[in-house]
């Protein structure tokens, strides 16, 4: 249990235009799920906290106009990346957490190159 | 606020060598978790553990064990006769007090590569 999908798994594309990553729960509802951003050999860093049917929560220096997110329904959170750029290049993972518990389940992640 | 330190940046050992990666934490909560997670060279983070801070008790669970001690602030994770498969990145992890928005602070996370 405790499944937790990313789509897509990679994507290259072109600076300047936007890109969207799927989160999904697959055998829960999830009400709150998170997004990270990992460097290559890097920890992971909270981008921002997603809740269900209301506006993401994010963290301090991440921008929220260049990284939206919307959380629909609770089983699917996406992160869409506007105007991307070579620097926003990374490994984005989402995680999932069940309702009323303190564990969060991870996405394989979404590997994104900008050229 | 909260702090996870895994000093050790990379280890390597031989196959059936057992291995412990160390893991020290801050808070000032009372009430919080913490967790180990694996992150193969595939890149999905696999949960480990979770242990909560009112519980010191230790835990096995094959070849892997965690030794938490409050006092001094640590959760301890070793691997005994180590493994190929083993070879991953290991992530330390505090939680805040349980709540709709708790988040998790991660270490910097340890290298583990396994020799054949």
């Known amino acids: 249990g405790a499944v937790v999908s990313q789509h897509p798994s990679w994507v290259i594309c072109k600076s300047g235009t936007s890109v969207k990553i799927e989160c999904r729960s697959l055998d829960f509802q999830a009400t709150t799920m998170f997004w990270y951003r990992q460097f290559p050999k890097q920890s992971l860093m909270l981008m921002a906290t997603?809740?269900?049917?209301?506006?993401?929560?994010?963290e301090q220096g991440v921008e929220k106009d260049k990284f939206l997110i919307n959380h629909a329904s609770l089983t699917l959170s996406t992160l869409t990346v506007t105007s991307a750029h070579p620097e926003d290049s990374s490994f984005y993972i989402c995680?999932?957490?069940?309702?009323?518990?303190?564990?969060?389940?991870f996405g394989p992640g979404t590997r994104l190159t900008v050229l | 606020a909260q702090k996870v330190t895994q000093a050790q940046t990379e280890i390597s050992v031989v196959e059936k060598e057992d291995v412990t990666l160390d893991c020290v934490y801050e808070?000032?909560?009372?009430?919080?978790?913490l967790f180990w997670y694996k992150q193969p060279p595939s890149g999905e983070l696999v949960f480990l553990i979770r242990?909560?801070?009112?519980?010191?008790q230790n835990e096995i669970s094959g070849r892997y064990s965690w030794n938490f001690q409050k006092s001094t602030s640590s959760f301890n994770f070793t691997i005994t006769a180590s493994q190929v498969v083993d070879s991953a990145v290991y992530f330390c992890a505090l939680s805040e007090p349980p709540g709709a928005n708790s988040k998790l602070t991660f270490g910097k996370g340890i290298t583990l590569s396994v020799r054949p």
């Open positions: 997603s809740n269900e049917g209301s506006k993401a929560t994010y």
């Open positions: 242990r909560n801070s009112f519980d010191e």
């Open positions: 995680s999932a957490r069940l309702p009323g518990a303190d564990t969060q389940y």
């Open positions: 808070t000032r909560d009372t009430t919080y978790y």
